[in-house]
């Protein structure tokens, strides 16, 4: 989705849990790096014109950044804007709006803010990179974007499966065996087997199994397998 564009210049745009980044049209330039955006702005002032106030969409007239983050109670949409001129900053989260700044002398800085059920900490900084270019990037625990992904993928495995027409996303935070469904903690029930262990719980009224067994290999250390319903459901890769 293409962020919509002030009077001054066009938004850039990240996007997606990779830190994917691409610029809108109109002249502005984005520059590629993991969960940054860059805007480029000229002199002229903020939009004055009347703008309609039926959703957050359409209110967003200075839109530079968007970022989609995977945790363990869902994927969250965290949308950015920066007005270059009056220092304006709004952060929404999933399309509710949690900061907003109209007047901020200064342009750069940051704000912190938390996402999801679990109160994840994050926080978008602003930097300037050469005249009229600002540099937006997320962090997440206290990490870049980049390395937020790259520690999760080592600690949760997803699994997102379809159980009587209804779309699941079941996620298991290894360090801890929490399971998440659809944004929820599950009861589970964890036991010892021969061959490793196994985590039970319930979906829609269907047995849930995650089982943990040694690769035996010490790269690769525990394997984690859901099985639903006696069929095993393969991993999904966000």
């Known amino acids: 989705m293409a962020g919509p564009q002030g009077s001054s210049g066009a938004a850039a745009q990240a996007?997606?849990?990779?830190?994917?980044?691409?610029?809108?049209?109109?002249?502005?330039?984005?520059?590629r790096c993991a969960g940054a955006a860059i805007l480029r702005r000229g002199r002229r002032g903020e939009e004055t014109g009347r703008?309609?106030?039926y959703s957050h969409l359409e209110k967003m007239t200075d839109l530079v950044a968007v970022w989609e983050v995977a945790l363990s109670d869902g994927v969250h949409k965290i949308e950015f804007e920066h007005g270059t001129t009056s220092g304006k900053r709004v952060v929404y989260v999933d399309g509710k709006e949690e900061i907003r700044?109209?007047?901020?002398?200064?342009?750069?800085g940051k704000e912190t803010f938390t996402v999801g059920?679990?109160?994840?900490?994050?926080?978008?900084?602003?930097?300037?990179v050469s005249g009229f270019a600002y540099e937006y990037t997320l962090e997440i625990n206290g990490k870049s974007l980049k390395q937020y992904i790259e520690n999760r993928l080592k600690t949760t495995n997803t699994?997102?499966?379809?159980?009587?027409?209804?779309d699941y996303r079941i996620v298991l935070?290894?360090?801890?065996?929490?399971?998440?469904?659809?944004?929820?903690?599950m009861e589970t029930a964890g036991e010892f087997v021969e061959d490793g262990?196994?985590?039970?719980?319930?979906?829609?009224?269907?047995?849930?199994c995650i089982k943990a067994v040694s690769s035996g290999k010490r790269k690769e250390g525990i394997i984690h397998t859901l099985i639903v319903d006696n069929?095993?459901?393969?991993?999904?890769?966000?």
């Open 15 to 31: 996007a997606g849990p990779l830190g994917r980044e691409r610029s809108g049209g109109g002249g502005a330039r984005g520059r």
């Open 51 to 53: 703008r309609s106030r």
């Open 101 to 108: 700044r109209e007047w901020m002398f200064k342009l750069v």
């Open 117 to 128: 059920a679990t109160k994840t900490k994050a926080a978008i900084n602003i930097d300037a």
């Open 159 to 166: 699994w997102i499966l379809n159980l009587g027409g209804t």
């Open 173 to 185: 935070e290894k360090d801890t065996m929490d399971v998440w469904c659809n944004g929820q903690k």
């Open 197 to 208: 262990t196994e985590t039970h719980f319930t979906v829609a009224d269907h047995s849930c």
């Open 231 to 238: 069929r095993e459901i393969p991993e999904a890769v966000e």
